[in-house]
């Protein structure tokens, strides 16, 4: 049974960062989709960034570009969003999902792409 578990929301003021981390569990880690999504309260869950564990090929909405960094650990199984210069808009639960094989750039920000998602952890960013 895959399992993720995601830590390490929590809240800040904006320009403040955060680290979120996703465990995971119940699978061979490596060659995998691992992606980060969040959804705001009345808003569709949104594609934040993606990493294939296989390599090193990262994927990032535009609107994170430069402040978000996707990484991984394979020793760990474990995945991390390092979060900066965060803006009140950030607010959201941010979720973790997996899925077999490569991150596409065409799909990885496609919710229906993914087949495991973890519980989700909050961030809240206050102004």
């Known amino acids: 049974q895959v399992q993720l578990v995601e830590s390490g929301g929590g809240s800040v003021q904006a320009g403040g960062s955060l680290r979120l981390s996703c465990a995971a569990s119940?699978?061979?880690?490596?060659?995998?989709?691992m992606g980060w999504f969040r959804q705001a309260p009345g808003k569709e869950r949104e594609g934040v960034t993606a990493?294939?564990?296989?390599?090193?090929?990262?994927y990032y909405a535009d609107s994170v570009k430069g402040r978000f960094t996707i990484s991984q650990d394979n020793a760990k199984n474990t995945v991390y969003l390092q979060m900066n210069s965060l803006k009140p808009e950030n607010t959201a639960m941010y979720y973790c999902?997996?899925?077999?094989?490569?991150?596409?750039?065409?799909?990885?920000?496609?919710?229906?792409?993914?087949?495991?998602w973890g519980q989700g952890t909050q961030v809240t960013v206050s102004s």
């Open positions: 999902a997996a899925e077999a094989g490569h991150c596409y750039s065409g799909s990885w920000f496609d919710r229906g792409a993914f087949g495991y």
């Open positions: 119940g699978y061979t880690y490596s060659r995998r989709c």
């Open positions: 990493i294939y564990t296989g390599g090193d090929s990262t």
